[in-house]
Nanobody, 123 residues
């Protein structure tokens, strides 16, 4: 079983910064893509950013230039540095990972989600 645990959410004023962390644990063979998604009140979950095991990152347009995703493969952890926060960045931020696990017969791929961490940006 694989778990993702997020931390670092909270309340911040517009223009401020927050850093989110997400640590994966369990019977992990390898972690491929890791990413962050968010869900604002009354809206659908949307992509924030993803990063491959090799460090290639991808951002949704509204986050470019303000957010930075990074990962520490040795710690199975992904980070999201959020700067110049806006009120519209408010929402629950979810960590996501494509994880390979080893079974007795093969390597299987799983998509795992964290429980979410709330980010509130006040004006």
């Amino acid at each position: 079983q694989v778990q993702l645990v997020e931390s670092g959410g909270g309340l911040v004023q517009a223009g401020g910064s927050l850093r989110l962390s997400c640590a994966a644990s369990g019977s992990i063979f390898a972690i491929n893509v890791m990413g962050w998604y968010r869900q604002a009140p009354g809206k659908q979950r949307e992509l924030v950013a993803t990063i491959t095991r090799g460090g290639r990152s991808n951002y949704a347009d509204p986050m470019k230039g303000r957010f930075t995703i990074s990962r520490d493969n040795a710690k199975n952890t992904v980070y999201l540095q959020m700067n110049s926060l806006k009120t519209e960045d408010t929402g629950v931020y979810y960590c996501n990972a494509e994880v390979s696990i080893a079974t007795t017969k093969s390597i299987e791929a799983l998509e795992v989600w964290g429980q979410g961490t709330l980010v509130t940006v006040s004006s």
